[in-house]
């Protein structure tokens, strides 16, 4: 089925501001994270399971771990997002989710009082395999 995708800065933020200052975003920039835990950014999915890939930048050489939380509920908690060199060069993470009939908040929680990585975007793909974690 087709990916959808869902640019960090049209999402619900919490604790972070939209910016666009450093180059390789898609849309129209990237949210930073305030640096603390607890920030967060939240979109709105459709049921099924699915493939959930975070595009992120983290320019420190310490990882910046968040949970993914589905309606509230841990989704996959303890992702890690490692330095990836520069604040201009993103790249991705997946998880795989379990969505619920309705309406599924899918929210990005830093955990560390770094606060998140640089967010670009979720991409949300549904698949028909609901037991196989993602590569
Ligand atoms: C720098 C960088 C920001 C980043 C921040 C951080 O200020 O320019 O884009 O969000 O570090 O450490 O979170």
Avoid: C
């Amino acid at each position: 089925a087709a990916s959808t995708d869902y640019q960090a800065e049209d999402a619900a933020i919490s604790q972070g501001v939209v910016e666009s200052n450093h180059a390789g975003y898609t849309g129209s920039g990237f949210v930073n994270y305030d640096n603390l835990a607890g920030s967060y950014v939240e979109v709105t999915a459709p049921a099924g399971p699915a493939d959930v890939t975070l595009r992120y930048a983290n320019g420190t050489a310490a990882t910046r771990p968040m949970d993914i939380t589905v309606n509230g509920q841990p989704g996959a908690v303890g992702i890690t997002f490692p330095g990836t060199g520069a604040w201009t060069t993103w790249k991705t993470k997946t998880v795989r989710l379990q969505l619920v009939a309705g309406t599924n908040k899918i929210r990005a929680r830093a955990t560390s009082a770094d606060g998140g990585p640089n967010a670009d975007k979720l991409t949300v793909t549904p698949t028909t395999d609901d037991t196989t974690p993602p590569s």
